[in-house]
């Protein structure tokens, strides 16, 4: 009887991995076969040009893979800086009877459609951005750096603190775990030394930094793969300073998410996004294999 | 009498909770000086008294006044971890920090609170402090070993020898050979006596045996106050107290 239903359960949990294996395989097959034709006809032409012209069948996605990294680089350093600072209010500072109600508003705010960041994003972060911070920037002489923001506010920069802002509850949530499970007794060692209380932090910091660039990878995932909020936000225009962040672009999600609809219309493109896609694929791919690695030798 | 540690009309309460009620202790200079007392009693509260690592708990209050080296240690304009700085303390449990090196966990103190100007000086109190907890000879070859690799008994003298570091006052020990075996106790107890020439080692302990051994005074507690307070061999042979008699010769509840 036991050995059976150890049987059941070995049957249910393999089965269940299989699907999840098979369905990465699966997923990168259709994205390798879809993008064949173009890859034949282009090669890596596509990843260092940046022309989008479908009426021309050229196809070059290096604005939009530029956008994509920018915008996620950005996000992570911003989201970073919110996490651990929330992180450690939480933490240690935060008294005991207010933990409950704020972790539960942190997690709500995990939990909320990134549709919905979007729409906010649009109607509230982008013109206030524009008006406070992308506009006095550029007035002072930053214009050349960074660009100018366009009436709406859309723009790179916008799409990235957004972006910071959606994956900062779970960033956030992992580092908290980690610091609350710290042993008291270790930060009572720190404390009898004489440190003060940021320098028990900073070591504290140091002692889970693995923790920290766990959620940097998390984050990193997600940024890089968010697509509606981003969409809504970015401004999806063709921009070839994609470094420029106060001017609006394309990450490859939105890209995709705006012009696959016309994809059917012509030969190439639908090929061309999915090119994109499995390009994207990689690259978030080799920087999780990196953020993973590096995490491993500190 | 030259007492390193006054304590006068101390109430401490946690949580609404009245800990210690009314304490009085003067504590002379370079001698072991042992708390004893059942637990609940607020020795262990009183020890974290004296170096404010009480502050590290939520919705404690302390009244009254302690004066450690002449420092007001609960007034408004004493910085917490001036007192920390004078006061070491040495924990129930041993507690390194795990990821860190034997050598770090040591200099970790001096290195943070700026007590020495170079390499060498700082090699030449890592050293001093691991020899003073003797346990120079045991790690001498492997200070960059994490501290996690030591044994029980060796991670409680790497903390003795962290707080030595600092070169306090006073040294707090908090019940510090109650995780040991009785072998790796000895040898703390033994380092212990030897303490007293550098520094005032106030020790808690619940062990009434452990408190005749090396103490030169003994307190002890009863309920948040202090019943009994004189030398170790008055204490133990003609106590003035009837709790306290019943305590050290174990007929106590």
Redesign the interface.
């Known amino acids: 009887m036991r050995i059976r239903r150890f049987l059941d359960v070995f049957t249910i949990v393999s089965l269940a991995n299989s699907i999840l294996i098979l369905s990465v395989v699966l997923v990168s097959l259709v994205l390798v076969v879809e993008s064949l034709p173009i890859i034949a006809r282009d090669g890596l032409l596509p990843l260092v040009t940046s022309i989008w012209n479908p009426v021309k069948e050229e196809y070059g996605f290096l604005f939009a893979l530029g956008g994509s990294l920018v915008t996620a680089s950005l996000a992570l350093v911003f989201s970073l800086a919110l996490s651990i600072g929330s992180a450690v209010m939480y933490a240690e500072f935060l008294?005991?009877r207010f933990r409950v109600i704020v972790k539960n508003l942190m997690d709500l705010a995990a939990s909320i459609p990134s549709v919905v960041y979007g729409l906010w994003g649009l109607k509230v972060l982008s013109p206030v951005l524009r008006t406070y911070i992308m506009e006095p920037l550029s007035e002072l002489g930053l214009s050349q750096f960074v660009g100018r923001p366009t009436p709406a506010g859309t723009s790179i920069f916008t799409a990235s603190i957004l972006l910071a802002i959606m994956v900062t509850p779970l960033a956030s949530a992992i580092i908290r775990e980690r610091l609350l499970a710290i042993?008291s007794?270790?930060?009572?060692?720190?404390?009898?030394?004489?440190?003060?209380k940021v320098?028990v932090i900073t070591?504290e910091l140091k002692?889970i930094k693995r923790s920290i660039l766990t959620a940097t990878a998390v984050s990193y995932g997600r940024a890089v793969g968010e697509t509606a909020a981003v969409a809504m936000v970015v401004g999806n225009v063709i921009n070839l300073e994609f470094f420029k962040v106060f001017k609006p672009g394309y990450t490859i999600s939105s890209l995709i998410a705006d012009q696959y609809p016309n994809a059917e219309a012509y030969y190439f493109m639908k090929h061309a996004l999915f090119y994109s896609a499995l390009v994207m694929f990689f690259v978030s791919l080799a920087i999780n294999i990196v953020l993973l690695k590096f995490g491993e030798r500190v | 009498m030259d007492s390193v540690v006054q304590i006068r009309d101390l109430w401490v309460s946690i949580g609404g909770r009245s800990i210690l009620r009314g304490v009085n202790l003067e504590i002379p200079r370079n001698v072991v000086f042992a708390i004893m007392g059942p637990s609940g009693s607020g020795k262990s509260t009183l020890l974290r008294s004296l170096?404010r690592?009480l502050d590290?708990y939520?919705g404690v209050s302390v009244k009254g006044q302690i004066l450690i080296d002449g420092v007001d240690v609960y007034n408004s304009k004493t910085d917490p971890?001036?007192v920390?700085?004078l006061v070491?303390?040495v924990?129930q449990?041993p507690?390194?920090?795990?990821?860190m090196s034997i050598y770090d966990n040591v200099a970790?103190?001096p290195r943070?609170?700026k007590l020495v100007r170079s390499r060498w000086e700082l090699d030449n109190l890592v050293r001093w402090a691991l020899e003073k907890a003797y346990l120079w000879d045991e790690v001498k070859d492997r200070l960059h070993l994490p501290a996690s690799k030591l044994s029980g008994g060796q991670q409680q003298r790497l903390?003795i020898a962290?707080?030595l570091a600092?070169k306090p006052k006073v040294l707090l020990m908090d019940e510090p050979t109650s995780n040991l075996d009785p072998v790796a106790s000895a040898k703390i107890e033994e380092l212990i006596v030897e303490l007293k020439r550098d520094v005032t080692v106030v020790l808690v302990t619940h062990n009434s045996f452990q408190a005749s051994r090396v103490s030169d005074y003994v307190a002890f507690m009863y309920d948040g106050q202090i019943l009994e307070v004189g030398p170790t061999g008055q204490i133990f042979t003609r106590p003035k107290n009837k709790l306290t008699e019943k305590y050290i010769t174990g007929r106590f509840g």
């Open positions: 008294p005991r042993p007794h270790i930060r009572e060692a720190l404390y009898s030394l004489g440190l003060t320098e070591l002692y | 170096n690592i590290l939520e971890s001036e920390r700085r070491g303390m924990f449990i507690n390194p920090i795990p990821n970790l103190g943070i609170n903390c962290r707080a600092m």
